[in-house]
């Protein structure tokens, strides 16, 4: 089998995992409107501080979710004890790394479409076309979450305190995600300008290149024994 | 690494003569200045530490050496007092001169506290892992992961937060020549010290890792 086969194997095997109990896409949608609406609750919806700091609640609703969803990827695998069978075979570990990565970035593309959605309804944003912008943003950093996010999932499956271990070794990382994110976001939204999105797209063109590859090449030391 | 102590210890005399006494006092800032003496050496530490971290973990995963493990982990804990003393004294700093005590708008503050994150993440997991392979090989994996980060953090503040400057950098004002030279012996000073401190707790780790071994055969002779 090619590596393309290969990896659409595994990407396959893990979205039909979710898709037959849709159990795990129901709940993450289901936390991230509520971050949305705890955010509605803390600030005062109405008055337009809120409306500034509208940008920066999207992308924390679409953080949690997100290291949730990479901290089950694995823990699915641990309890099953399916992760040895996949470690056994005759597979580069990189192409494992990538199979898993996708397979977590396309959940969370599904999701975080839903929750990009919710919030400009939330927020009185208007649905027009100029919202395909936030989505390519959106899909754009999720690529560079869900690689990091794999390649440190993989490594705290090992670890008890797992949960709270994997956002502080992750968050640090995926700061400089954030910045660019939220700023464009609030031009496209707040200022209706595109012409800036430039630059943050080609950063987080670059973001994710960099970090696909490392996880590409370290995943095989995070799971080999 | 004895030998090391005496002329660490001269050196420290003399940059703290250097930015105490012997450097003008500036003429903006006042005595507050003298604070640049020490934060610049423990910045640039801080950073030559993660550099160690980085190296000491990617040639731990080449060669399986523990030595480079040691290496990691005591440049990380050199970094993370480096680091801690760098945000420390740059509030101290800052609350004057600038009226806040964390500039959020600066690159290089940013960077560090995005470091000094890493680097307490980095202590989190080693602690969290029982010893052996698997906690040097995923502390090396986050080590190279972080260290990657650090550049692409400051390019990141660099591009979307420095659109609203709040600061004058301080390498603005022109420096004296006395406080050149106070600058350069206080950075060599800090310089020993960290490396001397390195080097001291690789040689603890080295012997703790001795007697466990020692320990390990005694139980099982027994």
């Known amino acids: 089998m090619n590596a393309i086969t290969l990896i659409w194997t595994l990407v396959a095997k893990d979205l039909k995992i979710e898709w037959r109990s849709r159990q795990a896409l129901l709940t993450t949608v289901f936390f991230a409107l509520l971050i949305l609406v705890v ?49 056994l075979s005759p597979v580069d570990r990189g192409i494992l790394f990538l199979g898993k990565f996708l397979a977590n970035w396309l959940f969370l593309m599904v999701v975080d479409l839903v929750v990009l959605f919710l919030f400009l309804i939330f927020y009185n944003f208007s649905l027009s076309l100029q919202v395909l912008w936030i989505a390519l943003l959106v899909v754009l950093s999720g690529f560079g979450f869900a690689a990091v996010g794999t390649l440190f999932g993989a490594m705290v499956s090992n670890i008890r305190t797992r949960e709270v271990l994997l956002p502080i070794l992750l968050f640090p ?53 | 690494m004895d030998w090391l102590l005496i002329p660490l210890y001269l050196l420290m005399v003399a940059a703290l003569y250097g930015a105490l006494l012997y450097a003008p006092t500036e003429s903006e800032m ?18 030559l530490a993660f550099f160690g971290v980085f190296l000491g973990g990617f040639l731990y995963l080449f060669t399986r050496k523990q030595s480079w493990d040691r290496l ?8 993370v007092v480096f680091t801690t003393i760098v945000l420390l004294s740059g509030s101290v700093w800052a609350r004057p001169i600038w009226n806040t005590w964390l500039a959020w708008g600066d690159p290089r503050v940013m960077t560090t506290m995005v470091l000094w994150l890493i680097y307490v993440a980095y202590f989190l997991l080693r602690s969290s892992l029982p010893e052996g392979e698997m906690k040097y090989k995923y502390c090396a994996v986050f080590g190279i992961i972080g260290f990657l980060d650090v550049p ?17 950098t301080s390498s603005g004002a022109q420096l004296e020549p006395e406080m050149i030279h106070a600058l350069i012996v206080s950075v060599i000073a800090m310089t020993v010290l960290g490396v001397t401190l390195v080097m001291l707790r690789m040689a603890m780790r080295l012997n703790n890792s001795m007697a466990e071994e020692l320990v390990q055969e005694l139980v099982e002779r027994a």
Do not use: K
Not at chain 2, 33 to 47: E, L, T, V
């Open chain 1, 39 to 87: 955010f509605n609750f803390a600030f005062d919806p109405g008055s337009p501080a809120t409306r500034e700091a509208a940008p920066g609640i999207l992308w924390v609703a679409l953080l949690f979710p997100g290291i949730i969803q990479v901290n089950r990827s694995f823990q699915i695998e641990m309890e099953e004890g399916t992760l040895y069978g996949l470690i």
């Open chain 1, 173 to 225: 990382i995926i700061l400089p995600i954030i910045l660019p994110a939220v700023n464009a976001t609030q031009e496209v939204l707040l200022f209706q300008e595109i012409q800036s999105l430039n630059r943050s797209v080609g950063f987080l063109v670059c973001f994710d290149v960099i970090y696909v590859a490392a996880g590409f090449l370290l995943f095989d030391y995070v799971v080999s024994d």
């Open chain 2, 30 to 47: 006042g005595e507050v200045q003298r604070i640049f003496y020490f934060h610049m050496g423990a910045a640039w530490n801080a950073f």
């Open chain 2, 72 to 79: 990691a982990a005591s440049c990380a804990e050199i970094g």
């Open chain 2, 152 to 168: 692409i953090v400051w390019v990141s503040i660099r591009w979307w937060r420095t659109i609203h400057p709040v600061v004058i």
